[in-house]
């Protein structure tokens, strides 16, 4: 059955079809969420609602704009709704200043989670030709952790005009469709969104750096990583970081600057030797990242502890970012425990 099929069956009342209708804008609607929103969480929430409503809907589509289109309307609101209700989601760079002190404890976990969400790369599989042509940023780069948390700091219907426009490459009447409003009033809250999130955003992308750096560079710069940290082998794991990475590790809102402190507070913790890890390499938010699996001796197995996320400046490591919730391991292609072989 054809689209046409489909969407008459779905009208119909057919749920079977109508699941056959949405499966092929399903991830990319999730990524949209997820751009909105900044928690893999709360765009499974957002996409749910928007999937219902528009089953509900249905009768009312009248086909004048694409059933895709359609889709994004509803879950634009949907995640604009979301954003209503809660607080906008940060990394901990954006809480407060660095840690001075990389030998003190840091500061406990804050109770309400404010923090930015990693996001599978296997929710990417959609291809970037679906978006226009003049789309100004790639699928990929719209979920960079980096772009991810410039967009928080947006308004949220100037979040919603950049990722419809810049991202999928809807045009201005579409945008101005889906948010029930003039064209001119999208292009104007374009051009300030286009205004504060360059303020933010690094001079280059990560799929920019990850295309110049290239395959075989990025396979050794993970190998050194994923050997570095599995031997507490503070040495190497200095030779991959910037002299200017940061460290964080939410929902904790201590982070650190600069590759001394960063080595100082691992080799006095995570990597004193103390504790027994492995890692598996995955990706997420379109970057290089690992599942980070800690001892337990009760268990006599490797548990989940976190998912590393990295972020390169140039052929270092500028960035790690550390997200301590083991939940949802498995959407990382991830296993839910490591048995513990030689």
Known sequence: MNEHDLLAAARNGDEDAFARLITPYRAELAAHCYGMLGSRHDAEDALQEALVRAWRGLARFEGRSSLRSWLYTIATNASLRAIERRPKRILPIDYGPASVDPHGAPDE??????????????????????????????????VELAFVAALQHLPARQRAVLILRDVLGFSGEEVANS??????????????AHKNI??????????????????????????????????????ALAATLAEDALFTMPPLPTWYRGRDTILAFLSER???????????PTRANGQPAFGQYLFDEEADAYLPHGIVVLTLKGD??????????????????LPERIEDRP
């Not at 995570?270 to 598996?280: D, F, I, N, Q, Y």
């Open 270 to 280: 995570p990597l004193s030797g103390k504790l027994r890890w492995r890692v598996l």
């Open 179 to 192: 948010l029930d409003t003039s064209t001119d009033a999208v292009y104007s809250a374009l051009q300030r």
């Open 109 to 142: 976990p804050l109770v309400e989670s404010v923090w930015i969400e990693p996001y599978p790369d296997d929710n990417l599989a959609v291809a970037d030709e679906l978006a226009a042509p003049d789309a100004r940023y790639e699928l990929r780069e719209s």
């Open 198 to 235: 360059d303020e933010r955003l690094p001079d280059r992308s990560q799929q920019a750096t990850l295309r110049s750096l290239g395959d075989e560079r990025l396979q050794e710069l993970v190998e050194q990583f994923v050997d570095a940290w599995e031997q507490a082998d503070i040495e």
């Open 316 to 333: 270092r490591i500028g960035e790690m970012t550390i997200f301590r919730d083991p939940r949802g391991f498995a959407r990382f292609a």
